[in-house]
T-cell receptor, first 115, second 114 residues
Framework: AQSVSQHNHHVILSEAASLELGCNYS??????LFWYVQYPGQHLQLLLK??????LVKGIKGFEAEFIKSKFSFNLRKPSVQWSDTAEYFC?????????????FGQGTELSVKP | KAGVTQTPRYLIKTRGQQVTLSCSPI?????VSWYQQTPGQGLQFLFE???????NKGNFPGRFSGRQFSNSRSEMNVSTLELGDSALYLC?????????????FGPGTRLTVL
């Protein structure tokens, strides 16, 4: 079965610390990859996406992610977090054969940034 | 451009009733996908409609159904509600161009089943 695994359920960091959130998926075919963020009281927003090409993708607010095909991983990184990054982060995979209509989400990682 | 809108934002129903949720996609988007979000199960895919046809389906019972209209607006129906159907139901729209675009999410409808 297709699945997405996020390594951490809850991460607590101080401002200016570096962030890396792990994401692995299990699916043998071609996929598109996404990271979404849900700020408190707000709806899901796209942070970044990978369709093809350079495996290192940059998103909004200084976030980036690297796709490592051999490891089925798509880890999210940010060199220096801010208090405003406090949110829940979701990794998602979309198998190509679903033509973009189906996202398989990980369980989410709650990030708390201490000022 | 207006974002994805969902109505109503909140609903309270009792077991056995049925409910219809509505989603208006971003103008020009032809694909609408529905998801259920719960604390225990996370975000789970329900189904996707593209050009008025169900194109993808998740692993939910037949009590969950949907449809899409010619203007791309979509409705989701849940019949014979159960307590476990209490959740945030999210709708997302995309261009639907064979996996070459991302999904944009609405604010959700919070359904409580008593």
């Amino acid at each position: 079965a297709q699945s997405v695994s996020q390594h951490n359920h809850h991460v607590i960091l101080s401002e200016a610390a570096s962030l890396e959130l792990g994401c692995n998926y299990s699916y043998g075919g071609t996929v598109n990859l996404f990271w979404y963020v849900q700020y408190p009281g707000q709806h899901l927003q796209l942070l970044l996406k990978y369709f093809s090409g350079d495996p290192l993708v940059k998103g909004i607010k200084g976030f980036e992610a690297e796709f490592i095909k051999s490891k089925f991983s798509f880890n999210l990184r940010k060199p220096s977090v801010q208090w405003s990054d406090t949110a829940e982060y979701f990794c998602a995979v979309s198998p190509i054969y679903n033509q973009g209509g189906k996202l398989i989400f990980g369980q989410g990682t709650e990030l708390s940034v201490k000022p | 451009k207006a974002g994805v809108t969902q109505t109503p934002r909140y609903l309270i129903k009792t077991r056995g009733q049925q409910v219809t949720l509505s989603c208006s996609p971003i103008s020009g988007h032809r694909s609408v996908s529905w998801y259920q979000q719960t604390p225990g199960q996370g975000l789970q895919f329900l189904f996707e409609y593209f050009s008025e046809t169900q194109r993808n389906k998740g692993n939910f019972p037949g009590r969950f159904s949907g449809r899409q209209f010619s203007n791309s607006r979509s409705e989701m129906n849940v019949s014979t509600l159960e307590l476990g159907d209490s959740a945030l139901y999210l709708c997302a729209s995309s261009l639907g161009d064979r996996g070459l675009s991302e999904q944009f999410f609405g604010p959700g409808t919070r359904l409580t089943v008593l």
